[in-house]
């Protein structure tokens, strides 16, 4: 979907339909940050938005992360055995560790299924890729974000996010 579109909604939201009281880029700046909350979001609920894969060619055991890479999924070795993720300093044959932006591993190639950051917004004509049912909920939180609260963007994209947590048990009732 075309930026434009949220750029007209968060104007309508934030009362500046005119574009008299911001500029474009503020609007845009609005509109990437709330993209990077409805990322960070997404990822801590294993959401299904913002997934891709990559291989990850290791070099002295290290290679250097995608640059979009946000958050971990899994991790799969040259033969598509999925790898251990360790937390050590030197992991061995099927292990990996993630250490800032480097990943280690015993394994000469690693596919790394992740969370990116999605790409930035320039203008309204970049391309936002997101299905369209999230156009609301990124033109409301960069609306949030223009009202100065990071919190009331995060509760607007986990408004509109599916839970993808699975549901707690539900206690069953005494039968008398």
């Given at each position: 979907m075309k930026a434009q579109k949220i750029l007209a909604q968060v104007r309508l939201y934030v009362g500046d339909a005119a574009k008299a009281k911001f500029a474009d880029w503020q609007a845009v700046r609005a509109i990437n940050d709330a993209?990077?909350?409805?990322?960070?979001?997404?990822?801590?609920?294993?959401?299904?938005?913002?997934?891709?894969?990559?291989?990850?060619?290791?070099?002295?055991?290290?290679?250097?992360?995608?640059?979009?890479?946000?958050?971990?999924?899994?991790?799969?070795?040259?033969?598509?055995r999925e790898l251990l993720q360790v937390h050590g300093d030197s992991p061995g044959a099927g292990e990996y560790a993630i250490r800032g932006d480097v990943l280690c591993s015993g394994e000469p190639r690693v596919t790394l299924w992740y969370f990116s950051t999605p790409p930035a917004v320039a203008d309204g004509?970049?391309?936002?890729?997101?299905?369209?049912?999230?156009?609301?909920?990124?033109?409301?939180?960069?609306?949030?974000?223009?009202?100065?609260?990071?919190?009331?963007?995060?509760?607007?994209?986990?408004?509109?996010?599916?839970?993808?947590?699975?549901?707690?048990?539900q206690r069953k009732e005494a039968q008398s």
């Open positions: 993209l990077r909350v409805m990322a960070e979001e997404n990822a801590k609920s294993a959401g299904l938005l913002f997934r891709r894969s990559a291989e990850v060619v290791l070099a002295a055991e290290s290679g250097v992360l995608p640059s979009d890479y946000l958050n971990v999924i899994r991790g799969f070795g040259a033969e598509g004509e970049s391309e936002i890729e997101v299905p369209e049912r999230y156009a609301t909920a990124i033109a409301r939180a960069a609306a949030a974000l223009f009202a100065g609260g990071e919190g009331g963007a995060v509760s607007v994209v986990n408004y509109f996010l599916p839970n993808m947590r699975p549901a707690a048990p």
